[in-house]
């Protein structure tokens, strides 16, 4: 019982730690601006070369910005199913 919540914390630990990095790529990937904070309106504009996805799909952009949300949520699932089997193993539930 106490290895699966020693595990089950670990798991939760890292996952959400991982949040923030993801959201950053995510954003990264699905960005509409330049490094200037100026909006893309095309690739060949100076700093848009990563826009590619945004200009090409803006509806591919937006389901990528909900990555990091989904993700989180797995991670909330997971430490919900770690507590219950722990204590469903020590017979409280």
Same mark, same amino acid.
């Given at each position: 019982?106490? *290895? /699966? $919540?020693? %595990?089950?914390?670990? *798991?939760? $630990? $890292? %996952? =959400?730690?991982? !949040?923030?990095?993801?959201? @950053?790529? #995510? /954003?990264?990937? *699905? @960005?509409? @601006? /330049?490094?200037? &904070?100026?909006?893309?309106?095309? #690739?060949?504009?100076?700093?848009?070369? /990563?826009?590619?996805?945004?200009?090409?799909?803006?509806? &591919?952009?937006? !389901? $990528?910005?909900? !990555?990091? %949300?989904?993700?989180?949520? =797995?991670?909330?699932?997971? &430490?919900?199913?770690?507590?219950?089997?722990?204590?469903?193993?020590?017979? #409280? #539930?």
């Amino acid at each position: 019982m106490i *290895a /699966n $919540l020693i %595990g089950g914390f670990i *798991a939760i $630990l $890292l %996952g =959400s730690s991982l !949040v923030a990095p993801l959201s @950053t790529e #995510v /954003n990264t990937a *699905a @960005t509409s @601006t /330049n490094s200037t &904070g100026a909006t893309c309106t095309s #690739v060949t504009q100076g700093g848009c070369s /990563n826009s590619a996805l945004y200009l090409s799909s803006g509806w &591919g952009a937006t !389901v $990528l910005k909900l !990555v990091p %949300g989904f993700f989180a949520l =797995s991670i909330l699932g997971i &430490g919900i199913a770690v507590t219950y089997s722990s204590l469903r193993e020590a017979g #409280v #539930v």
